[in-house]
């Protein structure tokens, strides 16, 4: 309804244009995803036309490749088996791993020229295999090329798998600020595959158990707990233990999604982000040689001393959830922490504001009243916050 109103000489109405769009996305758990016997990728494909042939293009992680040399033939090889279903406009093509491709938009302009000469229009498919920067990267490549191409997310690591794959965001670095351009826009289909996960470097699969701890931490004592008593299974990467840990992790960041009431990150919260601010910093500190899941357990270290300065975790605690993230595989000091700026303050800490710009709004940081339960906080202390860095830098160091 219009509503007419007056101000001196000017006029303005206002037609309050209100909608809502449902998402619905399946995220599939499976093993074996390009044996041509498994169903999942066709029917994820096929899912809302299924007498339709769907034309699709996918990008493969380079870093992938190489630790799975015949996966670009298994590809070629389901598309043939299912040929009635799909067809692939063109041979998978290879794109950097890590953090390269998000830190050099010529990769996103390069995929996106690759669509215009595809012809993919919005009813084809953009399917991305890989760690979280491939699928962060190719995400934002479907998410702009006509305002919006179906993307099949494929992640391989333990991070992309328990986390970022499941989650609804994309993006790319630039400036040197990380994800300073990026969209929210949900994925069609999240298909997780087991094996992968199984042959990644153990130094990957030690980082994305970093994700597992913090939702825990902050969501689900009893997950916590079952880490705790899997932390001899975890840290060998037995198998079934994996599997367990990934999908728990998974379902958690998914019920934060669709019941938490801001999925695109409107408000001034990222519930899910403890021990995040310090992280983001860490990892363009250094560059990106600390993985992302290494700084978010340093991190997460950090905050949970923090929050026993500041009275709001009882004491112990941080020294039992430290213990985990070292028995896990963590080293919970990195020299960069240490730093300081042409003013003396310590360069870490400026990872306090820049947290806050990216979301705009209060500075909110998620940390920890006891296990399982996390408090949004609106301040902090500096002073106590470098009490909770030497405590961290000690601590690694005895
Ligand atoms: N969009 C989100 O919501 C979100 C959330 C968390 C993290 N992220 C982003 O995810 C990225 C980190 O993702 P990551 O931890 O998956 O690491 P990654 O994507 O950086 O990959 C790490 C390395 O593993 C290689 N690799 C990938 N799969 C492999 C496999 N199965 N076997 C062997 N090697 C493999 C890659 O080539 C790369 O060299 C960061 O850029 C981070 O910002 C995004
Ligand atoms: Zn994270």
């Not at 033939?73 to 799909?86: G, K, L, N």
């Not at 498919?125 to 919006?148: E, K, N, P, S």
């Not at 826009?185 to 699969?205: E, S």
């Amino acid at each position: 309804m219009a509503a007419p109103a007056r101000s001196g000489q000017i006029q303005a109405s206002t037609h309050w244009q209100r909608f809502s769009v449902p998402y619905e996305v399946p995220v599939v758990f499976t093993e074996g995803l390009f044996d041509p016997d498994n169903p999942v990728l066709r029917d994820a494909l096929c899912r809302l036309e299924p007498d339709k042939r769907h034309r699709a293009v996918v990008f493969v992680d380079d870093g992938l490749i190489a630790a799975h040399p015949q996966l670009l033939a298994s590809i070629a090889a389901y598309a043939q088996r299912h040929a009635d279903a799909i067809d692939l406009v063109r041979e998978p093509i290879a794109v950097p791993g890590g953090e390269k491709i998000k830190s050099d938009l010529h990769f996103v302009e390069s995929a996106q020229q690759t669509l215009f000469e595809l012809h993919i229009d919005r009813h084809s498919f953009v399917i991305a295999i890989g760690g979280g920067a491939v699928l962060d990267a190719i995400g934002l490549v479907a998410a702009t090329t006509h305002r919006g191409v179906r993307h099949i997310r494929i992640p391989t690591t333990v991070l992309s798998q328990n986390d970022s794959g499941v989650g609804v965001k994309n993006g790319v670095n630039l400036h040197g600020v990380k994800n300073f351009v990026g969209s929210f826009a949900p994925p069609f289909a999240v298909l997780n595959d087991l094996d992968f996960v199984a042959a990644l470097p153990d130094r990957d699969k030690i980082a994305g158990m970093a994700e597992a701890v913090k939702v825990a931490l902050i969501r689900d004592a009893e997950f916590f707990l079952w880490i705790e008593r899997h932390s001899d299974d975890l840290a060998t990467f037995e198998r079934a233990a994996m599997a367990r840990m990934i999908r728990r992790c998974a379902e958690l960041h998914m019920h934060q999604i669709s019941h938490g009431g801001d999925p695109f990150e409107s408000g001034s919260a990222r519930p899910l982000d403890y021990g995040h601010w310090s992280a983001h910093k860490l990892e363009s500190l250094t560059r990106n040689h600390v993985r992302h899941g290494e700084a978010v357990a340093i991190g997460m270290a950090l905050d949970a001393r923090y929050a026993v300065l500041a009275g709001l975790l009882a004491p112990g605690v941080e020294e039992r959830i430290c213990a985990l993230l070292e028995y896990l595989g963590f080293e919970l000091w990195h020299p960069a922490l240490a730093k300081e700026g042409a003013s003396g303050e310590l360069v870490i800490l400026e990872g306090l504001s820049e947290f806050r710009e990216h979301l705009g709004g209060e500075l909110t940081i998620t940390l920890l009243a006891d296990i399982g339960v996390g408090v949004e906080v609106h301040e902090i202390d500096h002073v106590l916050m470098r009490q909770a860095l030497d405590w961290v830098r000690v601590r690694a160091s005895g």
